[in-house]
């Protein structure tokens, strides 16, 4: 069955810290396609990256970078010199290729990431 | 380009009270969404719909009912509303190839008291 685990419900961090999230999925398909979306104190919905199931490259952009290890099933995110304007709920999703897919998104329950000044 | 536009932002409700809460958007995208998000928690999804006039049901569509006459729009009913369905609700757009990545509106606060 599909599912996407984000095990750290929250993370504290004092600024200018390294902080990794966590994203663990399950997927029956072989052609998958990977998200995390931002939602900051202010309510909305920020998309921050997707990967697909073929491409294992690492992505950096400034301070954000991105693992997927397959082999782990893990998609997890990295923010290198945490500002406290990176203190949000961070999603991971997960959308599947299967025709009954609908190109929903599964999410994860996200991690509360609070950067300390 | 607008994007996903929904409206109103806040709404309070007295139970057993009906609504509609609206979502436009304006990138001609096949697939919409609604979702409600309650308080430190994440998204469920209520209804999707895939294009005009084809609708389905989420995980948690009980309480609700959407429609799609048109690409634009797709407005979620709330009847007889309960103050189990106070929440944030959140309309998302995506188009149909490999990129996927839902867009969202900028939600509504609805308090059911």
């Known amino acids: 069955a599909q599912k996407v685990t984000q095990a750290q419900t929250e993370i504290s961090v004092v600024e200018k810290e390294d902080v990794t999230l966590d994203c663990v999925y399950e997927?029956?398909?072989?052609?998958?396609?990977l998200f995390w979306y931002k939602q900051p104190p202010s309510g909305e919905l920020v998309f921050l990256i997707r990967?697909?199931?073929?491409d294992e490259q690492n992505e950096i952009s400034g301070r954000y970078s991105w693992n997927f290890q397959k082999s782990t099933s893990s998609f997890n995110f990295t923010i290198t010199a945490s500002q406290v304007v990176d203190s949000a709920v961070y999603f991971c999703?997960?959308?599947?290729?299967?025709?009954?897919?609908?190109?929903?998104?599964?999410w994860g329950a996200g991690t509360k990431l609070i950067i300390k000044p | 380009n607008a994007g996903v536009t929904q409206t109103p932002k806040f709404r309070i409700l007295k139970i057993g009270q009906s609504m509609t809460l609206q979502c436009t958007q304006d990138?001609?995208?096949?697939?919409m969404y609604w979702y409600r998000q309650d308080p430190g928690m994440g998204l469920k999804l209520i209804y999707y719909?895939?294009?005009?006039?084809?609708?389905d049901k989420g995980e948690v569509p009980n309480g609700y009912n959407v429609s799609r006459s048109t690409t634009e729009d797709f407005p979620l009913r709330l009847e007889l509303a309960a103050p189990s369905q106070t929440s944030v609700y959140f309309c998302?757009?995506?188009?149909?190839?490999?990129?996927?990545?839902?867009?969202f509106g900028p939600g509504t606060r609805l308090t059911v008291t």
């Open positions: 990967r697909n199931s073929f």
């Open positions: 719909s895939v294009g005009a006039g084809i609708t």
């Open positions: 990138m001609n995208h096949n697939y």
């Open positions: 997927t029956r398909d072989t052609t998958y396609y």
């Open positions: 998302a757009s995506t188009a149909r190839g490999p990129l996927r990545e839902q867009y």
């Open positions: 999703a997960l959308s599947e290729d299967l025709m009954d897919s609908n190109y929903q998104l599964i």
